[in-house]
């Protein structure tokens, strides 16, 4: 069992690009450490699906060879990053871990693996994720289980349970995954790693295969709070190819760390629905003191937001799924299992492509959007969404930022929760307010609980409230780091 | 007060007035239009009619996975050109996600606008001065089309394969849904022809019905009058004006039939088949599709702003019932003339008009345009100072309306030319007030039955008269002149 602060040495994104820019460490001997690490141990973890070990090699020599020849290699140059296999990457099989998308190649990069690939980062592989991002644990998914790198009978989280592990376990330097519900920040939490859900519409879904449109948000992981800030830096960014971008610039975060939090007002919310393991919220009281002793003012707010944030979540996000998932009809692309006419092909095509929590969601979502239920149950969903959205806003008044847990427990051991869906719901209580108002979370690293592992303490803002967020998760880094 | 036998008569459709319809006819039109864009509606491949099959697609078009719309600009400003020609709203907007499985469908969902439409509330003159309301007129995206190979009837349902062409799909459309202000085939018909020629005005669509960019849906239903309106039924696959009439006209009678035979009609879709001139049931109500609408999450808000709205305004044309007042107004005539609504829809109504300008005689000038420039364009090959030379040549007596129509043929097969000698090669020449009271005597003389008649006071009988002089005379006589001469010799 590894601890992150050890792993980090010399494995940050700021560590690697300053080497290779400065020409002391060749992208490919980086390259070559990260592949190693994956040789021993992806066997037992299971990452990825689909290491892309020969293009990364191509490509990491082309940035020394940039560097040599002292053209500019860009701000990530050499970085091997590791993408949520639901990131689209020109002519390699983009699978959301399901069966339905079998053999489908996208012939475009998503503007995020645009933007990686034009600073210099080198892509290693596409990692694993519960199937369409559906999950809080990687274990729903066509291609198998991600083992948590800090203990292989557990969960790594998830959805994005794959780019987690793959950081955590040195796979790749930096991940990058998507944030519907949680699917970044408790993930990060349950693998000792920075995981960061941007504002939304900070960075661009163009090519993000759709879980639900108006959650989504990709976002990095990263062994620190500087990596994190320098992968943002690049990531976010007005794209006019995503309506819902919003046109901005990507913030300054890197110079904003060292700032300190001294004045600033960090919101502890007094009716957070309980269900949080003590070792859990002993590590938040533990960051809410760190901040306080840095010169930060603890305010007491109301959110009813984490109230009823769940079950709301639960309508509007398998509403959303259920159209954006249609598409999978097998008349395009990806897997069609032929029949007699064409409704039985589509029907024998989804039943054999999706798997049980895809179906379940869709069912859902369906249903909540059925004439004459609507009103009942999408419709109240979007009210409660608004209201949702006002709780923030309200508490924004009187506070810089918030803390709270980013998952109830620790990595819970794998099949705990399998069977049982509303515990596994329950992963994203504390994550899920944010997305469907709308604003960033981070998840930091912030000690271990009894059993030595990981624990993250999340950090929330209002919207395009990243610098804030990021000075926070910065002094709880050091905090932690001087401890 | 009705009795028994009254009740009766109602039953089976007759009116106890004769001048009071038994039923009325209800109707109202749905309209699709392609919009004349380069691009498509929510990405940059071509908008083009009659391109190999498959070729303007892209990954939005194909609803690839992570492909994301983007609003076309030109679409949505030519869809308010036409709202704005329409005197709708222009308004805050939406677009919603309509979900249904067709092959043809890429997204599985089409992206429409439902409650929250750009264009609101306008209305619509017929060139009779009727006032139909349109309820609304939003944007949606075109589905691709589909081809089904073997079976019957080019149906998905009993075919053996199917061929899909993405070209259509992701295409801008404008839906414009009249309210239920129509109430004869005549009407619909008017309707329709008036709103291609302001589609086509304002440079919105082509509006060609034959190769699917104008396409109708007719709402029909019958009454009492004065009753609520009845069930209606939606009427498809109306691929001409033509056909719009004749399918209307089928649909009332049938409806009619029903409740006379004691039935009721039944909410459904159905198909025109311009085969056998009926329509046929194509879905019931009860297997009408749940579309689940819902905000489409990948956009967002259209709220065109004031400047915007005022700038498209400013850049309309003349719309067509303005030019057509015009033209009526310096034809002496009305505004529905089938002249003048014939020569406004040909676009050569400005022609007619620079006759005028060149010294002819507008009216005179309206006519000849309107029998003789249907092989014409907006701008005819005929200088407009050449017929108004013709059309003074006829006002000073100097060829007749029939002669004139010879020497236009000729002018027109020229390209142009000088009229009064034309008329002089031909011979024509006015005849003499002393040959017409002489050619007036033998018409008389020869037709002393239609005389009798005229004489008597029936004015009917002139025709016959006018017709027998122009034929004495091969032509060469003035109607006109005829006729003051006829009447001048009845007593009074």
Not at chain 2, 192 to 215: H, P, W
Request: with cysteine; charged share 25%.
């Amino acid at each position: 069992m590894s601890e992150p602060r050890e792993l980090a040495a010399g494995r940050t994104v700021l560590d690697i690009v300053e080497g290779v820019r400065a020409g002391t460490r060749s992208a490919v001997s980086v390259l070559e450490e990260h592949l190693g690490r994956i040789d021993e141990r992806e066997g037992e973890i299971h990452a990825f699906n689909l290491v892309l070990a020969d293009e990364a090699r191509i490509r990491a020599a082309e940035i020394d060879a940039a560097v040599a020849a002292g053209d500019e290699p860009g701000p990530l140059a050499g970085v091997p990053v590791a993408l949520k296999d639901n990131m689209c990457t020109k002519g390699v099989p983009t699978t959301c871990s399901s069966r339905i998308l079998e053999g489908w190649r996208p012939p475009y990069d998503a503007t995020v693996v645009q933007r990686l690939r034009d600073a210099g980062a080198i892509v290693v592989g596409k990692t694993n994720l519960d199937e369409f991002a559906m999950g809080s644990s990687t274990e729903n998914s066509a291609f198998g289980v991600t083992r948590n790198p800090h203990d292989v009978t557990r969960v790594p989280g998830g959805s994005s349970g794959g780019s987690a592990a793959a950081v955590a376990a040195g796979f790749a330097a930096a991940g990058f995954g998507s944030d519907t519900g949680g699917s970044i920040r408790q993930p990060a939490a349950l693998c000792g790693v920075v995981g960061v859900k941007p504002t939304y519409g900070a960075v661009s879904r163009l090519g993000l295969i759709a879980f639900a449109s108006s959650l989504d948000q990709i976002g990095p992981f990263a062994h620190t709070v500087a990596d994190a800030a320098a992968l943002m830096e690049v990531i976010c960014g007005h794209d006019p190819g995503d309506s819902t971008s919003i046109p901005q610039p990507a913030p300054e975060l890197q110079s904003v760390l060292d700032t300190g939090v001294e004045g600033l007002r960090i919101g502890r919310v007094t009716d957070l629905p309980g269900g949080a393991d003590e070792e859990v919220t002993t590590r938040v009281e533990a960051a809410f003191a760190a901040l306080e002793s840095a010169g930060a003012k603890i305010v007491d707010v109301e959110v009813p937001a984490f109230t009823y944030g769940l079950t709301a979540y639960y309508l509007i996000a398998p509403a959303e799924a259920s159209s954006n998932l249609a598409r999978y009809d097998g008349v395009r692309y990806g897997l069609r299992v032929d029949a007699t006419d064409t409704n039985a092909m589509y029907a024998a095509t989804r039943s054999a492509g999706f798997g049980d929590e895809v179906k379940r969601r869709i069912m859902l979502g369906t249903y909540a959007l059925s004439a004459g239920y609507y009103d009942a149950y999408y419709g109240k969903a979007l009210k409660v969404r608004r209201l949702i959205s006002d709780d923030f806003a309200r508490a924004y008044e009187h506070v810089d930022g918030l803390l709270a847990p980013s998952s109830p427990t620790v990595a819970f051991p794998i099949g705990e929760r399998a069977d049982n869906p509303f515990a596994m719901y329950l992963c994203d209580t504390y994550t899920i307010p944010s997305n469907l108002s709308g604003h960033p979370g981070m998840s930091v690293p912030f000690g271990t609980g009894e059993g030595g592992l990981p624990i993250g303490v999340q950090v929330l803002a209002p919207a395009l409230g990243e610098p804030v967020m990021f000075r926070v998760a910065a002094e709880l880094e050091r905090a932690m780091e001087a401890s | 007060m009705s009795s028994a036998s009254d009740e009766a008569h109602a039953a089976r459709g007759e009116s106890a007035a004769d001048d009071e319809p038994a039923f009325e006819v209800v109707v109202g039109l749905e309209v699709h239009v392609e919009l004349a864009t380069a691009t498509k509606l929510f990405s940059a491949s071509p908008n083009r009619f009659g391109d190999e099959p498959n070729t303007n697609i892209d990954p939005v078009t194909l609803g690839l996975p992570g492909a994301l719309p983007v609003l076309n600009r030109q679409a949505v400003e030519l869809a308010m050109r036409l709202g704005l020609a329409l005197n709708c709203e222009i308004r805050p907007c939406a677009f919603h996600r309509k979900n249904y499985f067709y092959p043809d469908m890429p997204k599985a969902y089409q992206i429409s606008q439902y409650d929250e439409p750009l264009n609101v509330d306008g209305w619509l003159d017929l060139p009779s001065g009727h006032r139909v309301g349109i309820e609304r007129a939003h944007l949606e995206e075109d589905t691709g089309k589909s081809t089904h190979l073997g079976g019957t009837g080019g149906r998905i349902h009993g075919s053996e394969s199917s061929l899909i062409d993405f070209n259509r799909a992701g295409v801008p459309l404008v839906e414009i849904v009249s309210r239920p202000d129509l109430s004869t085939s005549e009407q619909a018909r008017q309707y329709v022809t008036e709103l291609r020629a302001i589609l086509v005005a304002v440079g919105a669509s082509d509006a060609k019905m034959e190769e699917g960019s104008m396409r109708v849906d007719a709402n029909v239903s019958v009454r009492r009058p004065g009753a609520e309106l009845g069930t209606r039924c939606e009427i498809k696959n109306l691929n001409s004006v033509r056909s719009v009439g004749r399918a209307i006209e089928y649909e009332a009678v049938r409806q009619i039939a029903l409740f006379e035979a004691g039935g009721a009609v039944r909410q459904e879709t159905r198909h025109w088949s311009e085969g056998d001139g009926k329509t046929h049931t194509l879905r019931t109500k009860e297997d009408a599709d749940d579309y689940r609408y819902f905000l489409e999450p990948d956009l967002v808000v259209l709220d065109p702003d004031e400047e915007w709205i005022e700038r498209v305004r400013a850049s309309l044309p003349v719309l067509p019932a303005a030019r057509r007042a015009a033209l009526a107004e310096a034809t002496d005539t009305t505004a529905d003339a089938e002249s003048v609504v014939v020569v406004t829809d040909r676009a050569q109504d400005a022609y007619v008009l620079a006759v005028g300008n060149a010294g002819g005689d507008v009216a005179r000038a309206l006519i000849h345009v309107k029998e003789a420039f249907a092989g014409e364009g907006e701008e005819p090959s005929l200088p407009a100072a050449d017929l108004a030379a013709l059309t003074r040549l006829e006002i000073d007596g100097a060829v007749t309306a029939t002669q004139a129509k010879q020497v236009l043929a000729e002018l027109l097969a020229n390209g142009g030319g000088d009229a009064g000698a034309i008329a002089r090669e031909k011979g024509f020449e006015a005849m003499d007030t002393s040959a017409l009271d002489t050619l007036v005597g033998q018409v008389i003389a020869d037709n002393a039955d239609s005389w009798a008649s005229f004489e008597g006071g029936n004015d009917k009988a002139m025709g016959a008269l006018v017709g027998a002089a122009m034929k004495a005379s091969r032509g060469k006589a003035d109607g006109k002149a005829v006729t003051a001469a006829l009447r001048a010799r009845r007593p009074s």
